[in-house]
């Protein structure tokens, strides 16, 4: 029989991490199938927003300063490359960790089958108003605690990883996600943070794989003459960019087994599951999880 992750269970930093890439080992097809169908679109418009402002930059740097009209039209072109490539990362950046939780949840529902992409579709579909809203209020009290004092917008950011787990697994509203987040991560938190820095890290390091190359296009124009080449390897690595945006789901499943592992630390939900299945399960014993101590 096939080991399949429990997720309502006990675990340690460690095995947190581990559990994460076991996941992605074991659903990498219908997960990534689930990602490139629903957030394809934004993978696709951030290949043209990167490359947009990348080329921007690139030919702002060559621009003569001497020149007003060619200078100011080139800042111009950079600033709204910018913001368009930044609005466009951020909602890339939703939909993944969105899609991811949705992809947990119908694995949880599902248990021993694989969710299918229309599966997660419909929990998206389900979730993501409720879901858009509530990132859009937890970004503004996040900025207004890093406004006010750097940190408690970190604690806040911290514990705000919680809420979209907690709404999507328990269906849940705003209020009492946001509630119940507090109460998760009390006496937890640096488990949280750590898990968090690490998963980031891993993604930051992904990324730089194709932002490093096009920084070096760009800040290398003035002393080096790539002419025909510069485009075509900056729409590549712009594409590859976007494509690594799909790494983002490490951080949403980790996030989604930490929601696990501190509510089965407070409530003990995965325990009272399997005592409710006592004397109304008829299957093998080979198929109940394996206890946890």
């Not at 900025?143 to 006010?148: M, S």
């Not at 070096?216 to 594409?239: A, E, G, Q, T």
Request: hydrophobic share 50%; aromatic share 16%.
């Amino acid at each position: 029989m096939k080991y399949i992750i429990e997720l309502r269970r006990i675990r340690d930093f460690g095995e947190i991490i581990n559990d994460t890439f076991t996941f992605l080992k074991q659903n990498f097809k219908p997960l990534f199938s689930s990602l490139l169908i629903i957030c394809g679109f934004f993978v696709l418009m951030g290949t043209v927003t990167t490359a947009f402002s990348q080329i921007s930059i690139y030919e702002g740097v060559g621009a003569d300063s001497n020149q007003v009209s060619d200078y100011s039209s080139s800042g111009l072109n950079v600033g709204l490359g910018v913001i368009a490539n930044g609005l466009v990362t951020v909602l890339s950046q939703f939909f993944v960790y969105l899609t991811s939780l949705c992809f947990v949840a119908v694995y949880l529902e599902k248990k021993e089958e694989k969710p299918t992409p229309q599966d997660v579709w419909n929990y998206f579909k389900h979730y993501f108003f409720r879901s858009l809203g509530s990132a859009f209020l937890l970004l503004i009290l996040a900025c207004l605690g890093l406004l006010f004092c750097v940190i408690p917008g970190i604690y806040l950011m911290n514990i705000f990883y919680l809420v979209l787990p907690i709404m999507v697994m328990e269906n849940a509203s705003f209020n009492y996600s946001f509630n119940k987040s507090f109460k998760l991560i009390k006496d937890y938190w640096w488990t949280v943070f750590g898990i968090m820095f690490v998963c980031s890290l891993i993604v930051s390091v992904c990324g730089s794989i194709a932002s490093v190359p096009l920084a070096l296009v760009s800040s290398l124009r003035p002393f080096v003459s790539m002419k025909y080449l510069s485009w075509p390897i900056m729409i590549f690595f712009s594409m590859l960019q976007n494509i690594l945006m799909l790494t983002y789901t490490i951080p949403s499943i980790a996030i989604a087994l930490c929601y696990f592992n501190l509510e089965e630390r407070k409530d003990g939900t995965g325990i009272l599951e399997r005592i409710e299945m006592f004397g109304t399960h008829t299957d093998k014993a080979d198929d109940l999880p394996a206890e946890q101590y």
